[in-house]
């Protein structure tokens, strides 16, 4: 099992749509957790981190449950501008950081 | 402030080479992280430095090593390349959590 999974995609949404992507993580132990972007041949760039309580920046809300060590993401009223892959990150304490693979969206005008 | 600075940009080697890479973080940050990412997988951790010293390593082998400075930047060094090490290399820096990427060193084997 891997150690963070992700729902691979690609999610092809219209503009103005809510889309949800999930992430889990198989460390109990893991002490903190963020949703990065990339862009196409880019570096991964920081979304928003994530808390128990949840947290939200604009369109964006993320979540976690420690419980079912399960994170989330929703964005919503896509914009063509949120096409990207999404990345679930994990630290899972000390020094060592966890990527999940992606997951692909692609908003449609 | 600048953020944080990788080269070359893009680098073309041959099997069995070695290559060294460099990456410059973002003033005040201390720790630097290296990741590899493979064409349509996330990046995977190859190891981390703080304080000039190895604090974490993921499951790469010896031929992956890493030298930070006093200036808190870091070169990795690749021995023996392999076709399987063309990647993105991606170097990461932070002062706590969360990481700030650079834009990435594009190693291609031949």
């Known amino acids: 099992r891997k150690e963070v999974e992700q729902d691979p995609g690609p999610f092809n949404v219209p503009e103005g749509a809510t889309v949800a992507f999930n992430c889990t993580y198989s460390n109990s132990a893991s002490q903190s957790f963020f949703w990065y972007r990339q862009d196409c041949r880019k570096e991964p760039k920081l979304l928003m981190s994530?808390?128990?309580s949840g947290n939200e920046d604009g369109r964006f809300t993320a979540q976690l449950n420690r419980a079912s060590q399960y994170i989330s993401l929703l964005i919503r009223d896509s914009k063509l501008s949120d096409s990207a892959t999404y990345l679930c990150v994990v630290n899972t304490g000390g020094f060592k950081t966890i990527f999940g693979a992606g997951t692909r969206l692609f908003v449609k005008a | 402030d600048a953020g944080v600075t990788q080269s070359p940009t893009h680098l073309i080697k041959t099997r069995g080479q070695h290559v060294t890479l460099r990456c410059s973080p973002i003033s005040g940050h201390k720790s630097v992280s290296w990741y590899q990412q493979v064409l349509g997988q996330g990046p995977q951790f190859i190891f981390q430095y703080y304080e000039k010293e190895e604090r974490g390593r993921g499951n790469f082998p010896d031929r992956f090593s890493a030298r930070q400075f006093p200036n808190y930047s870091s070169e990795p060094n690749v021995n023996a390349l392999l076709l399987g090490d063309s990647a993105l290399y991606l170097c990461?820096?932070?002062?706590?959590?969360?990481?700030?990427f650079g834009d990435g060193t594009r190693l291609s084997i031949l």
């Open positions: 994530v808390y128990s």
């Open positions: 990461a820096s932070s002062l706590a959590r969360p990481q700030h």
